[in-house]
T-cell receptor
Framework: DTGVSQDPRHKITKRGQNVTFRCDPI?????LYWYRQTLGQGPEFLTY????????KSRLLSDRFSAERPKGSFSTLEIQRTEQGDSAMYLC???????????????FGPGTRLTVL | AQSVTQLGSHVSVSEGALVLLRCNYS??????LFWYVQYPNQGLQLLLK??????LVKGINGFEAEFKKSETSFHLTKPSAHMSDAAEYFC????????????FGTGTRLTIIP
């Protein structure tokens, strides 16, 4: 078990371009979360999956954002027509349901830092 | 809905001194509480968690936190600060139903003075 991994670690793009990030969770975890963290703030919830089903999306997730988790394994987060306001750290976390883990602990990846010029 | 307030966005302590980082929560049901640490350009690492068992929780690196329901607090302490403790610390809350998402505070940056 190598933990949660994210790729790429850094992405610089020009406004209007599309970007895609990947998250590989801990293999036995059926829950996967995406968070966004801007400078000086705590992470904010974007969306989560249980297995392959996307069960909730935050109002922070505009129509330009889409996330998938095919086959309930890795997940991708795509941002279309990026804006400067999308610049942030995008964090992925995985977990077992609280009823299984007993704690609800989420394991975080190293994040993808997006800079939109 | 649940929320977390961290008092003090920046805290400085001398090496060897007591570390106290404050966290107050708001929740309509018994919460599960966490402290995470974040080093520059890295993800979040769990320090400790409260899951309705013992109210005094011990974590990694000598940190501990006490859940006080009457004060709706979950403050993080360490008796003696070390230079390696310099980082950003986040308090987070979740509920034991639904999406179980974490709701984070705005974080406290801890600086250690040599």
């Amino acid at each position: 078990d190598t933990g949660v991994s994210q790729d790429p670690r850094h992405k610089i793009t020009k406004r209007g371009q599309n970007v895609t990030f990947r998250c590989d969770p801990i293999s036995e975890h059926n829950r996967l979360y995406w968070y966004r963290q801007t400078l000086g703030q705590g992470p904010e919830f974007l969306t989560y999956f249980q297995n392959e089903a996307q069960l909730e999306k935050s109002r922070l997730l505009s129509d330009r954002f889409s996330a998938e988790r095919p086959k309930g394994s890795f997940s991708t987060l795509e941002i279309q027509r990026t804006e400067q306001g999308d610049s942030a750290m995008y964090l992925c976390a995985s977990s077992l349901p609280l009823s299984t883990s007993g704690s609800g602990e989420q394991f975080f990846g190293p994040g993808t830092r997006l800079t939109v010029l | 809905a649940q929320s977390v307030t961290q008092l003090g966005s920046h805290v400085s302590v001398s090496e060897g001194a007591l570390v106290l980082l404050r966290c107050n929560y708001s929740s309509s049901v018994p919460p599960y509480l966490f402290w995470y640490v974040q080093y520059p350009n890295q993800g979040l690492q769990l320090l400790l968690k409260y899951t309705s068992a013992a109210t005094l929780v011990k974590g990694i690196n000598g940190f501990e936190a006490e859940f006080k329901k009457s004060e709706t607090s979950f403050h993080l302490t360490k008796p003696s600060a070390h230079m390696s403790d310099a980082a950003e610390y986040f308090c987070a809350v979740t509920l034991n139903f639904g999406n179980e998402k974490l709701t984070f505070g705005t974080g406290t940056r801890l600086t250690i003075i040599p």
